[in-house]
């Protein structure tokens, strides 16, 4: 696992490093350089008769830090200019969104772009999305203000991951802020790292490991992540405490109190910072908002046909569009009415709600039936409905053919149509379970969250239920749909639990004749174990117990 995460580390600092310069109009194309290659910087900056560049800015925080910097001038100055300030991400640096802003100069933006504190050349030590990165933010807009013709009026700030959440926070703070364009972002950081007491291990490395790599991390990053991975009760409260005050959910008010204008984009497979959190956030702003959520994971949707015309460029044209609209009043395609986007998975076709309670979405309803000698288990619109109990006990000693596949890779192949298959028949039904509904006699269109309600009996102190939806055929072949997690870091052996697993957010057609299966696991290679001990979990029915899966679809 470790060298599978160095890999993946270095192959994702590399993807998001090496944003491609294609400019339009009369702008010349460049090739594109990694920043900590020994070349010349300027070989990287495009050049264009409609704009200037300055490579050499330097941002003084309130602390006494430098932080590098570029901007992109329009060549015409006798007027005031909207403005757009981008943040880089995880691990990268100021260089990031050249071809951006080249494109939004040439259309008349002022654009900075800086590296924030700990990253790209910029001094100091990385602060996670913190009160001195917010502070930052703020002295990013005082530099442009008092230096630039800018419009004090028409101000926005955007980036993917890191610098989406702190644009997302930083907006909160600053009401000068008039538009945010935030691209893989999170709601509550808090769930994104140990939602359901599930530490996301592939992701948690990778973000680690790439910041010791890149940037001047100090010990609290990878201490608290050892603190979430190990359940450690003594840390944890102040690991809480710490991601909280990075939650872009905990600053709604002031969002909604400043009017700012939101603009969010999120992959259905983004295990990093996975996309229910954001929806809660999102279904609670007031402002003009916008969400388009699309297949792939962390990042992907905005990069691959950006920088390898992979697919329609969606995002990034609806970040101009948001701005245009946000920044300079240019009415555009971008509805208000219907503000989330939906495009279904493997699929070209989409969908526009306005909320996720919209009255075009209904949910079914399946109680689970066990699992006998003769039957598999059942997912039947009727409760089991049996006065005594009875269960269904998995060995938790390994895991099945149930399982999110290859971290990163996986989710990233979904984005070019290539999914996560099982065979259900194959899997073992002495380490799982899984449970198959009705064909479905019509085509089933799943939207929104599905979600289980499991009654368990844990045979250890440590464990861990993994949620499945799958669209079977009438061979055992099933697409993996979405899943959920649930970890137990501190049960009570032989006491009987229930709980509630939230699947990650999704768009799915389930063909007609096709069966939905949810099946159970005890790990999966996304999620930390929490216990390498082989371990007994049973599944509880009966006796007033009645374990559901609900399935949002449109009616």
């Not at 769930?191 to 973000?207: F, K, M, T, V």
């Not at 007609?512 to 299966?517: F, I």
């Amino acid at each position: 696992m470790k060298i599978m995460t160095r890999i993946f580390t270095v192959l994702w600092v590399a993807l998001f490093s090496t944003p491609l310069i294609s400019l339009h109009a009369n702008a010349a194309s460049h090739l594109p350089i990694l920043d900590w290659l020994s070349k010349p910087q300027e070989l990287l900056l495009p050049r264009s008769e409609h704009f200037t560049i300055d490579d050499s800015i330097e941002i003084t925080t309130e602390d006494g830090l430098n932080l590098k910097a570029n901007i992109f001038v329009p060549t015409q100055l006798d007027e005031k200019f909207p403005a757009v300030i981008f943040i880089n991400s995880w691990a990268l640096n100021e260089y990031q969104y050249i071809k951006q802003a080249a494109y939004l100069a040439e259309r008349g933006y002022i654009v900075l772009s800086y590296a924030t504190r700990g990253f790209g050349g910029s001094e100091g030590v990385v602060d996670t999305a913190g009160p001195n990165d917010i502070a930052d933010y703020s002295k990013a807009i005082d530099f442009l203000i008092d230096n630039y013709p800018v419009d004090v009026n028409a101000i926005g700030t955007g980036g993917i991951s890191y610098g989406s959440g702190i644009s997302l926070i930083g907006a909160a703070q600053d009401s000068r802020v008039k538009a945010v364009a935030a691209l893989s972002s999170w709601g509550s950081l808090v769930d994104s790292l140990y939602g359901n007491q599930s530490p996301r291990l592939a992701w948690g490395e990778i973000l680690t490991l790439s910041g010791q790599l890149t940037g001047n991390l100090d010990d609290t990053v990878p201490r608290y992540w050892e603190a979430i991975k190990s359940h450690d009760e003594s840390t944890l409260p102040e690991v809480i405490d710490w991601a909280l005050v990075r939650s872009p959910s905990e600053y709604i008010d002031k969002l909604n109190a400043n009017g700012t204008a939101i603009y969010l984009a999120k992959s259905y497979g983004d295990n990093l910072f996975q996309p229910n959190s954001l929806m809660t956030l999102f279904e609670q702003l007031t402002t003009p908002k916008y969400i388009d959520l699309l297949p792939g994971t962390h990042g992907t949707a905005e990069v691959l046909p950006d920088l390898l015309g992979i697919g329609e460029n969606l995002v990034w044209e609806n970040v101009y569009h948001w701005f245009d609209l946000h920044l300079k009043q240019q009415p555009n395609r971008l509805p208000s009415d219907k503000p989330i986007n939906m495009k279904v998975k493997f699929s070209d076709s989409t969908d526009q709600f306005t909320s996720l309670s919209d009255t075009k979405i209904a949910t079914q309803r399946y109680f689970l039936h066990p699992r006998t000698w003769f039957d598999n288990g059942d997912l039947e619109v009727t409760p089991y409905g049996v006065s005594q109990s009875k269960d269904n006990t998995l060995n938790a000693w390994a895991g099945t053919l149930f399982t999110t596949s290859i971290p990163v890779l996986s989710q990233l192949l979904e984005q070019l149509e290539v999914p996560v298959y099982s065979h259900i028949y194959a899997a073992s039904n002495i380490r799982g379970i899984y449970y198959q509904s009705p064909k479905a006699v019509s085509k089933m269109k799943i939207r929104g969250n599905p979600s289980v309600s499991l009654y368990v009996q844990p045979h250890a102190e440590q464990a861990q239920i993994v949620a499945y939806l799958y669209d079977m055929n009438a061979l055992g072949m099933a697409k993996l749909i979405t899943h959920g997690v649930y970890t137990l870091p501190k049960a009570k052996a032989g006491e009987v639990i229930k709980l509630d697993i939230e699947m990650t957010t999704t768009a799915y057609d389930v063909p007609q004749g096709h069966r939905v299966v949810l099946a159970l696991d005890t790990q999966d290679p996304q999620y930390k174990k929490p216990n390498r001990r082989a371990y007994y979990i049973d599944i509880e029915y009966g006796n007033g117990r009645e374990s559901e899966l609900t399935i949002p679809f449109i009616r």
